[in-house]
């Protein structure tokens, strides 16, 4: 399987949407306030596109827009394979901490069936939880430490309870029927 880098990640994600040349890229991003939670800049993007292109995850096909040639790139079926597997292993590897990969293949969910969803969810829920465990394990032992030092032990804890708490809930909205969003082309 490809690594993906993260920007390689969400320039592919933004792609299989809907075929884009790198002008609507860089306006979808901004529009969604991308920025402000993952780590891509505009001029990134040519680049990332070209790489994307070089290992076959994406291709191009040339338009004319006033008098001018422009390179619009489309997922390809390994691209849209990868990016599946990419979203399902990131959802499913989360481990409550700060990940800029998950935002992504979160707003990625679509390319998901219901059933991977769950599954990927409820994996992650239950790794977190023994971290967790672990986490509140070593606190017990380390009662006696300073607030510098238990600390670094209860903010992990309460973040993963937050995020456990947050994932339970995803599960809930999926199992009630709740709309996930429009999906992607299949490829």
Excluded at 130 to 149: A, D, F, R
């Amino acid at each position: 399987m490809e690594n993906l880098s993260h920007k390689q990640f969400v320039i592919l994600g933004l792609v299989a949407e809907e075929p884009s040349h790198a002008y609507s890229i860089n306006r979808r991003i901004d529009e969604r306030g991308m920025r402000d939670w993952t780590a891509i800049g505009k001029s990134s993007i040519y680049r990332v596109i070209l790489e994307l292109e070089d290992t076959k995850l994406v291709e191009h096909y040339e338009e004319e827009v006033d008098r001018r040639k422009r390179k619009v790139y489309t997922i390809t079926d390994y691209g849209s394979k990868i990016l599946k597997e990419k979203v399902y292993n990131v959802i499913k590897g989360f481990l409550g901490k700060n990940d800029e990969d998950f935002y992504v293949a979160f707003s990625m969910l679509p390319l998901l069936s219901t059933e991977q969803m769950i599954e990927a969810f409820s994996y992650s829920i239950e790794t977190m939880k023994n971290h967790k465990i672990e986490l509140e394990s070593m606190l017990k032992v380390n009662s006696n430490y300073p607030i510098n030092v238990s600390g670094l032990f209860i903010h992990p804890i309460k973040i993963l309870e937050t995020d456990i708490l947050f994932m339970e809930w995803v599960i809930e909205k999926i199992n009630g029927g709740d709309e996930i969003g429009s999906k992607t082309p299949n490829k």
